[in-house]
């Protein structure tokens, strides 16, 4: 049995006075809920604040980017060093916002992701289609092709420190989810294309998170499916409620 995986992801939302607050708020609802791993991945700028709130509970505090060099002429950009010092466990890499607003690609996702492994951070590996590649029935092609690039060097025993969320960019923030049956069904196709490049064993224990629009409502209907461990939910971890119920869900 995989361990399921509940994780926020924060965006471009909450000042330090309010991820304190949240945290605060979402402690107490979350306490004893120990059948799954709670993260939440924080603006840069709030990771300190939200460690002092969640420290000795059960939340554990991710950032949502860093960059693969070292160091050096990146202006604006957060190493995987630093992050490692400021005490950060998780670090979302390639998010379809970031692909889409920032220039990433898989080449850069990748480069990001071993530089975070290489520092010892978990990463919150994230793929998945647009709309025309679902309609155009290549999903299944696109997201073994994102699992090849992205996870291109890293080795089998590095593999052990990634999750993958498996986030159809159409169901982002639009209130649109996949069908409990769409999300098992590519989940599944990347953990088959995690056989091929680790062999099974690896593929059956890396855990493969679905997110877009996930929510209180619908959370324990996709968590009940066999390739789904977890969820990378963005709006619906913004309300300490909602994301409480969907921590229940994963029980
Ligand atoms: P959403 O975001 O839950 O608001 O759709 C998910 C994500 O972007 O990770």
Not at 3 to 25: C, F, Y
Request: proline share 2%.
């Amino acid at each position: 049995m995989r361990r399921k995986v509940i994780a926020g992801n924060w965006k471009m939302n909450m000042t330090p006075s309010q991820a304190k607050a949240l945290i605060e708020e979402t402690k107490p609802l979350v306490a004893g809920k120990d059948n799954c791993d709670i993260i939440f991945c924080v603006p840069f700028v709030d990771i300190h604040a939200a460690q002092e709130a969640a420290a000795g509970s059960n939340i554990k505090i991710g950032a949502e980017n860093v960059h693969f060099a070292p160091k050096g002429a990146y202006t604006g950009e957060i190493s995987a060093e630093m992050l490692k010092e400021c005490g950060v466990d998780y670090v979302i890499i390639g998010h379809s916002e970031r692909r889409q607003y920032f220039g990433e690609t898989d080449e850069t996702v990748n480069l990001r992701t071993k530089a975070a492994l290489e520092a010892g951070l978990k990463v919150i590996l994230c793929l998945g289609e647009v709309k025309e590649e679902r309609v155009n029935g290549i999903t299944d092609e696109v997201v073994s092709m994102q699992t090849k690039l992205d996870l291109k060097d890293v080795t089998v025993d590095q593999l052990a420190n990634v999750i993958i969320a498996y986030e159809p960019v159409w169901a982002i923030g639009t209130g649109l989810t996949a069908t409990p049956e769409q999300a098992d069904e590519t989940c599944g196709v990347i953990r088959n294309t995690i056989a091929k490049m680790y062999g099974a064993e690896a593929a059956e224990k890396i855990v493969i998170q679905y997110g877009g629009s996930m929510n209180a409502a619908n959370a324990a209907e996709l968590l009940s499916k066999e390739n789904v461990d977890g969820g990378l939910i963005g709006g619906a971890s913004l309300k300490a409620k909602d994301f409480s119920i969907i921590v229940n869900a994963a029980q």
